[in-house]
């Protein structure tokens, strides 16, 4: 396919380099088709830089930006120069794909389909009196620490520039997506503060320390509530208990107390024969001799 879908300005970023300071450059991305192109924006250092946004869809004849960050560097690269490429995607998709319906497959070439690729270099300026690089008998001189400073920096971060590749199959495979601003934000959290940050920390600790203190005796006062509600708890299941234990011993003596009402009744019936049944037994035995012996 030889008509162009994107046109891409500028094709080199430019990034004003300082030590520990980000530094950032926009991008145009002028759609030229009569179609949908979605884009996808890949690097070789994903750990370095950030975009956003990363992805997108273009309608026909309109241009769209995207914004690439360096994050903040602790050395200068050797001799001030960076290797480090981007690779903007472009495809073509229907009508009325949004942001959220692009997914990698779509920049995948299988079964012929036409990707276009376009790659981006990247140059770092100097900004006026650095002292990253200083000249020296009409040469460039790097930082005295930057060697080792630049070795620790690689053995802590596992960041590391990725030289490009020496044909451009193996060139294309090697860029990664690049991440969104949102995906780094671990990375940047975990990264050791400046030093010129402490002010500002020990400003929020200030901030800070009256909330916290103000929590901290609602929360004891708190507890003290709690504690007293369980002792007043235990005293009940105290008293409770007692009672159960009352109770219980009272049922116990009634139970001996019928028990012993019941042997009493027994042995009276055990006795002998009632005297109104031995009297009409004795009366009449007397009428039926009285009968038999006139």
Known sequence: MAAELLEIQPRELRFTFEL???????????????????????????????????????????????????????????????????LVQGVIVPFGTTDEDITSSMFSKENGKYVEEKKLKVALISPPHSPVLLPNNGELKKDPCYDTSLHRDVEQNGIENIPPPQ?????????????????????????????????????????????????????????????SKLREAEQMITKLTDERSTAIKEKDLLKHEVKLLRSKNVKRIQVGFPLLYVCTVALICLALGYRIHP
């Not at 950030?50 to 001799?79: H, L, W, Y």
């Not at 009256?210 to 929590?215: S, V």
Request: one cysteine or more.
């Open 167 to 227: 044909n451009s199959t193996e060139e294309v495979s090697s860029f990664q997506p690049a991440k969104n601003i949102e995906e780094l934000k671990t990375v940047k959290n975990a990264e050791p503060r400046p030093a010129e940050a402490i002010g500002n920390l020990e400003s929020a600790k200030d901030a800070v320390e009256p909330k916290l203190l103000e929590d901290f005796e609602e929360l004891k006062s708190k507890l003290h509530v709690m504690d």
């Open 20 to 86: 520990k300071k980000q530094s950032s450059c926009s991008v145009q991305l002028s759609n030229r088709s009569d179609q949908y192109v979605a884009f996808k924006v890949k690097t070789t250092s994903p750990k370095k830089y950030c975009v956003r946004p990363n992805i997108g869809v273009i309608k026909p004849n309109v241009t769209s930006e995207f914004t690439v960050t360096m994050q903040a560097q602790k050395a200068a690269p050797p001799d001030f120069q960076c290797k480090d490429k981007f």
